[in-house]
């Protein structure tokens, strides 16, 4: 490729340059060696608040005019505005050996381009601008000019330029453009521009960039950075660096067809920048942190290298660096699949070891060529391990069974023709005791990690699924099905909409495999298998069905209802074929009413009217099987591998055990007390036992309007809902007692930001449980929030926890936070938690102390974000919400 650069004539400044990333834009041709200068004098037509565009010169007659009717595809429009108020200077002049046109515009200047192209659109300020083009005709059509798209056009600015693209803005001191051939240069360009999953703008500064062809780029001396500061707080710089920029038409995965916005009719599309670079640092201020040969990345996604670092402090791991980076740049792939993410971690923990591991992410409109939306998660973290667990109370010096510790994770969804769902996971860890240590939050509060598949179609109320589970973690209690089906239909109206029928038939060949004692002595002195826990394998068939009848009664609404199941097991917990018949009958009822209060009326408390509704709903339940419960061993277990860990230990550390704990403490009874079997939907198969219940509820709502006069809406002011379970057989039932299960679930919305709320959970028999918490909630966005409660527990265990949590945004630079757990019983201090964050223009910068006494552990973080990452919409610093960075200009 032949680039040439022109000499500009006298009085217009020095030779041409270019802008930043122009894809798809301006004008074009050369610069005549001899030009004859003709002087034009324009005025402007209208004031420079309302600008109409400027006339340009008729072209001469020798040159050939041809009409244009209007903006059809292949053609170009020009309009012309004064920069500003001052009357426009222009020197027009022919040159007869090409038949173009120059002209010469030295006093402010705004040039708009629509070039034949969807999104050819440019905006261009500037104080001077030279014009080189041929064939211009129908000059003085509103100070419009209309030119094939393949006419010669070439423009040069100079002096505060100002190019916008769409939501792009650059910003350069000399430009040169050659439209037809899309080739040009830029000197000293900085670029704001938009990318996607980012709200702020990304800027970009070069010091010379060559445009080579229609979407592509070489830039030298160039960095990257989110802040707008002059000399940036950071900055991502490369010596060299090539842009490709490409527009990218979604495609319907199941038709193969251009996918369309239902809102414009318009493609749906979107822009893929990509960019390779050689010799990049990373600098922090002035100060060189990071250094790579090569790199490629998508600048839709603005992380460069590093994702995260974090420096940690604490008993459990010792002082940690845990750092997380961008594989594909590192790596330099530009070919990298559409929709995905791939990280590398390297995380150093002191007093454990070097941690390694690597995250895939993906998110497509297929599975790598197997059509349909496909999303999932492969997930890679280990470590050899030279220390000991530290797990809680009594288990703080714990041998790990395994020195190299790690654990695996899949997983994916995918939809396929035929209203089909593909879902698999795959979750291999090396020891009962990794995730608890090292991902407690997953292992506390997310499902368990299995391994299996799952083919299911849904088709109105109707789905069949196909699945097979295998357990690959031995310290686990886990139900392999080789294979498992399962049909559900839900709602099917019957004789005219007089009956309605609800099924579920499942046939399926299990085996339950149950968790082996732990290594450790001390883990294992808590260790004692549950009551349901043998090792049971064969087949097991069931179907549940109901029928019901719905009709209005007056005010109520009745549904009287019979449901039974037939279920066979090829072993029960004995080892023995065991058939089982279940069957339900009752009914259910609804009442609805309501009343309102339009004259109450209170500033204070911000009512304006009050309307009181209230539901009433009672179920009545006989039920009866032939076999027990506790014959069964949790084929479908009720609880995660996290609560079975505790329950494990809860014989011990309650009861003294190793016996089993009482009957009135076993989940599989609380779950039958609670109507489990009354689902056609069930989550257990096996949870179903002799019953009889009456079940009452009331659902109270008290709503008021709040808002401007004119534009007030409805909110509910104070909900109280209660619920309460009569067993009239109380010694089979409810342990000698008539009444149970009653709850409650209270919330006053005092004002928009002040809510007080209290729960409770009660049970009468003796050690029953009794649980209440009472608590308030003020929030005051954006400034912060507070949060205040106290949650008393008595039964087998007992205890009362003050908590107490704020968010508190200080000034524009500073966020604390603080959460704090008190037991006002025996255990006392619970633990700590401050958090300090100085809100940068271009990082968020953390410090934490906290204290768990449960790992009796006092622990110190120290974080660095850069505040561009798009981790989320807006970024959170001790739960206060902060604006990305350049999201409100200068900060």
């Given amino acids: 490729m032949d680039y040439r650069v022109r000499r500009a004539p006298r009085g217009s400044g020095p030779g041409g340059c270019f802008v930043m990333l122009l894809a798809a834009v301006l004008l074009g041709s050369t610069l005549p060696a001899h030009a004859q200068w003709q002087s034009v004098s324009f005025e402007p037509v209208a004031p420079a608040a309302e600008s109409q565009p400027l006339a340009v010169p008729q072209a001469p007659q020798h040159v050939a ?360 996971e795959a979750g291999w860890i090396s020891d009962r005791n990794f995730l608890e240590q090292y991902y407690r939050r997953e292992w506390e509060h997310l499902k368990d990690q299995s391994t299996g598949v799952e083919l299911k179609r849904t088709r109105d109320n109707r789905s069949l699924s196909l699945s097979a589970d295998v357990r690959i973690n031995e310290f686990f209690t886990e139900t392999e099905w080789l294979p498992r089906a399962d049909h559900f239909t839900i709602g099917q109206p019957l004789f005219g909409d007089v009956f309605t029928w609800f099924e579920h038939s499942s046939v399926g060949y299990a085996r339950l495999q149950t968790a082996g004692p732990p290594r450790e002595a001390a883990d294992a002195a808590l260790f004692a298998p549950l009551p349901w826990e043998e090792q049971r394998s064969g087949e097991r068939l069931a179907t549940r069905q109901e029928i019901n009848w719905p009709f209005q009664f007056g005010v109520v609404k009745l549904v009287p209802y019979a449901l039974g199941e037939l279920a066979h097991w090829g072993e029960d917990l004995e080892g023995n074929s065991r058939q089982r018949a279940y069957w339900q009958a009752g009914a259910r009822a609804s009442m609805p009413m309501w009343q309102t209060f339009p004259e109450v009326q209170n500033t204070f408390w911000n009512v304006h009217g009050l309307a009181h509704k209230v539901v009433f709903d009672a179920e009545f339940a006989f039920a009866e099987a032939n076999r027990s419960v506790d014959e069964f061993p949790l084929y479908d277990p009720l609880d995660d591998n996290a609560v079975e860990a505790f329950r494990r230990r809860f014989a011990f550390t309650t009861f003294g055990g190793p016996a089993p704990i009482p009957q009135r403490f076993d989940e599989r009874f609380y779950a039958v007390r609670s109507g489990l079997g009354s689902w056609v939907t069930s989550p257990s198969t096996e949870v179903v036992d002799d019953l009889m219940a009456l079940r009452l509820g009331v659902q109270q709502r008290w709503q008021t309007k709040r808002g401007m006069p004119g534009q007030r809406r409805i909110i509910d002011w104070i909900t109280l809902d209660t619920n309460l379970t009569w067993f009239p057989d109380a010694d089979r039932d409810n342990f000698g007692k008539s009444f149970g299960l009653l709850d409650y679930d209270f919330r006053w919305h005092v004002g928009d930001r002040l809510t007080l709320l209290s729960g409770g959970l009660f049970d009468f028999f003796a050690e029953g449980q009794r649980v209440v918490s009472v608590g308030g909630f003020l929030q005051r966005p954006p400034r912060g929030s507070l949060y205040l409660g106290l949650r008393i527990l008595d039964g087998p265990i007992e205890n009362r926890v003050l908590s107490m949590s704020y968010t508190y945004r200080m000034s524009p630079k500073w966020v604390s936070a603080f959460g704090m757990s008190v037991d006002l019983g025996q255990q006392g201090n619970i633990g700590q938690r401050l958090t300090l964050t100085r809100i940068g223009e271009s990082f968020l910068i953390s410090g934490q102390f906290g204290f768990d006494a449960n790992l009796e552990s006092t622990g110190v973080m120290f974080a660095i974000e850069p505040r561009f990452m798009p981790r989320t919409r807006l970024g959170r610093a001790g739960g206060a919400q902060i604006p990305i960075a350049g999201l409100h200009g200068l900060e």
Avoid: C
């Fill in 65 to 424: 005019a041809s009409p244009f009717p209007g903006t059809a595809a292949g053609t170009r429009r020009l309009m012309l505005f004064p920069r500003t108020n001052l009357p426009i200077q222009a020197q027009w002049f022919p040159d007869p050996a090409t038949g173009q046109w120059i002209g010469v515009i030295d006093s402010g200047v705004n040039l708009i381009v629509e070039g034949p192209g969807p999104f050819d659109v440019i905006d261009v300020l500037a104080d001077r601008v030279i014009l080189w083009t041929s064939n211009l005709t129908e000059a003085d059509l509103g100070g419009e000019v209309r030119q094939e798209g393949d006419v010669p056009m070439e423009v040069y600015l100079e002096g505060n330029v100002v190019f916008r693209e769409g939501e792009r803005i650059i910003y350069a001191e000399r430009m040169y453009y050659d439209a037809v051939a899309r080739m040009g240069a830029v000197l000293q360009a900085e670029m704001l521009t938009p990318v996607r999953d980012y709200e702020g703008l990304l800027r970009l500064r070069t010091e010379v960039l060559l445009q080579t062809g229609p979407d592509r780029f070489f830039a030298r001396d160039s960095f990257v950075t989110s802040s707008r500061m002059g000399r940036p707080g950071y900055r991502f710089q490369v010596a060299e660096v090539e842009f490709e920029e490409s527009r990218q038409v979604f495609v319907d995965p199941f038709t193969g067809l251009p996918a369309i916005d239902p809102a414009t009719g318009a493609p749906l599309s979107d822009v893929r920048r990509m960019a390779t670079g050689r010799n990049s640092l990373f600098f922090i201020g002035e100060i060189p942190v990071f250094y790579w040969p090569r790199f490629a990345t998508d600048l839709t996604d603005p992380t460069f290298y590093i994702r995260r670092v974090q420096l940690r402090d604490d008993r459990v791991f010792g002082t940690q660096v845990l750092t997380q980076w961008n594989a594909y740049e590192l790596l330099g792939i530009r070919q990298r699949p559409e929709g995905t993410q791939w990280d590398v971690s390297i995380d150093y923990l002191g007093a454990r070891g070097l941690g390694h591991g690597t995250s895939f992410r993906y998110d497509r409109g297929d599975f790598f060529r197997f059509p349909g939306p496909s999303a999932g998660l492969v997930d890679f973290w280990g470590i050899w391990d030279h220390g000991r667990d530290r797990l809680g109370r009594g288990r703080t010096n714990l041998v790990p069974e395994s020195k190299y510790r790690h654990r695996l994770f899949w997983q994916h969804r995918q939809e396929i023709p035929w209203d089909f769902q593909l879902s698999a």
